[in-house]
């Protein structure tokens, strides 16, 4: 493959400047209009670039399409990335700080925060290279607008070496990944790609292809509200009963902060109330559409034990589907993988095949219909002021984009 004069870190330092943080409070779509204004800047870059056909639609998603080089039947291959950041973290006023040949050790931010080597062992594989923080103050954006400047790298290769082999490449950029809508209004047979990656991972070399199965459940519980003045025998507080639901639930297991890699949890996230009428949301999570029911009915005989102790109160259970492990759907078509893995290892990088403790817009996209595994950006500490990415982890993500393209093309060769 012909060098690749990469351009990924001076557009990243570029699209970060831009606010595109989404919000769980609106029900606009996207949820925030900044994040349009990072947009029209990605159309323009686009164009600039020869693709003609790059839009903003109404919903704020970026799309364009990179004609094949080649006249035989190859499939269409989509690269997704999306453009806002957390709503956990400011992402306004982001000031990108370079750590140049890094030696190793604590890095110190400019707002005195400190990244602390023992609490990120990433870093022990870093040494002499160039990592890219916030001053501390904001997040930085590597996520995930490290993947945008990454696709866009690869593209602006492509388009200056006609001579590699690839099929039509559809990209898309999407908002509001960060509170669950980034499908929401995705067309996927207007995208009309057959395949789709997106470029919003971590770690070198990680191809996820693995996520959670997730649901929502709410617990609704009406109590008995009189004068307190008035109310022995008669008023039965509903805070109390949420209070002892979320009580009886166990310390040490079935939580995010007590469990990992592929253990689910039970998480009550939100409890809002009065005494007539308090609701607790819980979110559930785990890797098999089984071991999500089995927390379900854990949580509801749970909560209906509690209540048996108030008979007076009722309680409302309600489930809701979030999402579920795109792994059920990527079996069906082991190549989409496999090609992942084949792109990297022909970048120089070991392969890490693995799971995502959480959702992605390709949860979503491969359930209606488009599978989309998930490959790395180089970033790390996501949704953090400690956030942080290497120079030259970007540089091999676009390397593997341009491979994974390659070998779509090449195994799709009709035979001799």
Request: glycine residues 8%; hydrophobic residues 35%.
């Amino acid at each position: 493959m012909a060098a690749i004069e990469h351009t990924c870190v001076e557009r990243f330092l570029r699209y970060v400047t831009f606010d595109t943080q989404s919000s769980e409070e609106s029900s606009t779509f996207p949820s925030t209009e900044k994040q349009k204004l990072l947009g029209q800047e990605l159309v323009q870059d686009l164009r600039s670039m020869g693709l003609s056909d790059a839009e903003m639609d109404e919903w704020g998603y970026v799309t364009a399409t990179l004609p094949a080089t080649v006249s035989h039947e190859t499939p269409v291959i989509g690269l997704i990335a999306h453009m806002d950041t957390s709503p956990d973290v400011s992402g306004k006023d982001v000031k990108p700080t370079w750590h140049r040949n890094y030696k190793g050790g604590d890095l110190t931010l400019p707002s005195g925060l400190v990244i602390r080597a023992q609490e990120n062992p990433a870093l022990a594989g870093q040494i002499g290279n160039d990592l890219i923080t916030s001053d501390g103050a904001t997040l930085l954006g590597a996520d995930n607008k490290a993947g945008i400047a990454e696709i866009l790298d690869a593209l602006q290769h492509l388009i200056t070496h006609p001579e590699i082999r690839h099929g039509v490449i559809r990209v898309a950029v999407t908002p509001d990944e960060e509170v669950g809508r980034g499908t929401e209004h995705f067309d996927v047979k207007k995208f009309a790609a057959d395949f789709a990656y997106t470029i919003d991972g971590e770690s070198l070399g990680e191809v996820e292809d693995e996520t959670f199965s997730a649901d929502s459940v709410t617990i609704r519980i009406h109590g008995v509200n009189v004068h307190p003045g008035y109310a022995k025998d008669k008023l039965v507080n509903a805070i109390k009963i949420a209070a002892e639901i979320i009580e009886q639930l166990p310390r040490y297991s079935l939580s995010p902060e007590t469990t990992e890699k592929r253990e689910g949890y039970v998480h009550p996230h939100s409890l809002t109330g009065t005494v007539e009428e308090s609701t607790i949301k819980f979110l559930i999570r785990d890797f098999t559409v089984e071991g999500l029911k089995e927390k379900e009915t854990y949580l509801q005989n749970l909560a209906a034990e509690v209540m048996k102790r108030h008979g007076r109160a009722k309680m409302d259970f309600h489930v809701d589907e979030s999402y579920r492990n795109m792994k059920y759907k990527l079996d069906e078509e082991p190549r989409v993988v496999e090609y992942a893995l084949e792109a990297v290892r022909r970048a120089g990088v070991t392969p890490v095949q693995s799971i995502i403790r959480g959702g992605t817009d390709g949860s979503k996209l491969s359930y209606k219909g488009l599978l989309t595994p998930n490959l790395f950006t180089g970033g790390h500490n996501f949704h953090s002021r400690q956030e942080w990415i290497s120079v030259q982890d970007m540089q091999k993500a676009v390397e593997v984009i341009v491979h994974l393209v390659q070998i779509w093309e090449e195994k799709s060769r009709p035979a001799a």
